[in-house]
């Protein structure tokens, strides 16, 4: 497999760091065993309360796997703002770009029933006063100090591509997790190092039903024709799909047994920006980065579901283990 080396900026002296351009939430998360049919009640057998919002779970990924990480963000002057600001403190994340408005905390309401399967409602209120000049003075503050971008959609899709844009200026390497996915400017995507759609969301994005690998690798296809250089198509239960203008890798998922799936694609992304920013070949990042959304989907809530660094290391060993007596019992065979 062929895969161009993503370009570095490691500064002299520092560690390198991630940078997040997104949004922040106060997660209100209910558990049932089915989701209910439209007009009816159930009973709930669970609930929490945490910090949420794709953009503050991949910061908080992205320090628990060892980088530097920095959010660029809002959050308002309500109640819900100590619970996420204690919480991004408390996961290691750098807060300093993250900045008051005068406006309630942004909500997700998420429903999570027996097999982990959830549906969420955002309700954005301050991530919507996100600005492309404070992603400006952000990332001149942070020169230097980061080479991977994170960003997604959940903030105002002007400033996104606006950070798209800056990042790629600043000479960093550029991750676009495409959720909520939405209709993007067709120019943006040369700006784009890796895209890490679901299946979903390639769909909505290319047109292009994503069922099976073949598919996947064609969706792919279409991304890398518009200028990405990395297109990682993400299948749940069966792996992923990477697909460069080169070659095609995939990668199998990791066995587990699914309790909530909410965040698993955060914590993807989180450990593949920090994998990436300390150095680490494109496919290895991947790997970690498979093996932390594996491990979140096993615990309840978003940011708490979020594993640490020794939790995946020691996931990527014991698979590692159970590979290789499968190939010594085979060969025996």
Same mark, same amino acid.
């Given at each position: 497999?062929?895969?161009?080396?993503?370009?570095?900026?490691?500064?002299?002296?520092?560690?390198?760091?991630?940078?997040?351009?997104? %949004?922040?939430? =106060?997660?209100?998360? =209910?558990?049932?065993?089915?989701?209910?049919?439209?007009?009816?009640?159930?009973?709930?057998?669970?609930?929490?309360?945490?910090?949420?919002?794709?953009?503050?779970?991949?910061?908080? !990924?992205? !320090?628990? !796997?060892?980088?530097?990480?920095?959010?660029?963000?809002?959050?308002?002057?309500?109640?819900?703002?100590?619970?996420?600001?204690?919480?991004?403190?408390?996961?290691?994340?750098?807060?300093?770009?993250?900045?008051?408005?005068?406006?309630?905390?942004?909500?997700?309401?998420?429903?999570?029933?027996?097999?982990?399967?959830?549906?969420?409602?955002?309700?954005?209120?301050?991530?919507?006063?996100?600005?492309?000049?404070?992603?400006?003075?952000?990332?001149?503050?942070?020169?230097?100090?980061?080479?991977?971008?994170?960003?997604?959609?959940?903030?105002?899709?002007?400033?996104?591509?606006?950070?798209?844009?800056?990042?790629?200026?600043?000479?960093? @390497?550029?991750?676009?997790?495409?959720?909520?996915?939405?209709?993007?400017?067709?120019?943006?995507?040369?700006?784009?190092?890796?895209?890490?759609?679901?299946?979903?969301?390639?769909?909505?994005?290319? #047109?292009?039903?994503?069922?099976?690998? *073949?598919?996947?690798?064609?969706?792919?296809?279409?991304?890398?024709?518009?200028?990405?250089? %990395?297109?990682?198509?993400?299948? *749940?239960? =069966? #792996?992923?799909?990477?697909? @460069?203008?080169?070659?095609?890798?995939?990668?199998?998922?990791?066995?587990?047994?699914?309790?909530? @799936?909410?965040?698993?694609?955060?914590?993807?992304?989180?450990?593949?920006? =920090?994998?990436?920013?300390?150095?680490?070949?494109?496919?290895?990042?991947?790997?970690?980065?498979?093996?932390?959304?594996?491990?979140?989907?096993?615990?309840?809530?978003?940011?708490?579901?979020?594993?640490?660094?020794?939790?995946?290391?020691?996931?990527?060993?014991?698979?590692?283990?159970? !590979?290789?007596?499968?190939?010594?019992?085979?060969?025996?065979?």
């Amino acid at each position: 497999m062929k895969v161009t080396a993503m370009k570095q900026t490691e500064p002299l002296h520092l560690k390198p760091g991630v940078v997040t351009v997104g %949004s922040i939430t =106060a997660d209100v998360t =209910a558990f049932s065993d089915r989701l209910p049919e439209p007009g009816e009640t159930l009973l709930g057998n669970g609930a929490t309360l945490a910090l949420g919002g794709k953009g503050a779970n991949q910061a908080a !990924a992205a !320090a628990l !796997a060892g980088a530097d990480s920095y959010l660029v963000g809002c959050v308002g002057t309500d109640l819900f703002r100590s619970l996420v600001i204690e919480g991004l403190e408390g996961f290691g994340v750098d807060i300093t770009e993250v900045r008051d408005v005068n406006d309630s905390t942004g909500i997700a309401h998420i429903r999570v029933d027996a097999s982990g399967e959830n549906d969420i409602v955002i309700v954005p209120m301050a991530n919507s006063h996100l600005s492309a000049g404070q992603v400006d003075a952000a990332f001149h503050s942070l020169s230097g100090r980061v080479s991977v971008l994170l960003t997604q959609l959940e903030v105002p899709t002007a400033v996104a591509m606006h950070a798209i844009r800056a990042g790629r200026a600043a000479g960093l @390497t550029v991750l676009l997790d495409p959720a909520p996915a939405a209709e993007l400017d067709p120019e943006i995507w040369p700006f784009v190092d890796v895209v890490t759609p679901n299946e979903t969301e390639a769909r909505i994005l290319t #047109g292009i039903s994503v069922i099976d690998s *073949a598919s996947a690798v064609e969706a792919g296809r279409w991304f890398c024709a518009r200028g990405v250089h %990395s297109a990682l198509i993400t299948l *749940a239960s =069966a #792996g992923a799909v990477l697909v @460069t203008s080169d070659d095609v890798l995939h990668f199998p998922a990791f066995p587990v047994t699914a309790v909530d @799936t909410t965040a698993a694609g955060d914590a993807f992304a989180g450990y593949l920006g =920090a994998g990436l920013a300390e150095g680490r070949p494109l496919a290895e990042a991947i790997r970690h980065a498979m093996a932390a959304g594996a491990l979140t989907v096993t615990r309840r809530g978003a940011s708490p579901s979020l594993p640490s660094r020794s939790d995946v290391d020691t996931l990527l060993r014991e698979h590692a283990s159970a !590979a290789s007596a499968a190939q010594l019992q085979h060969s025996h065979n």
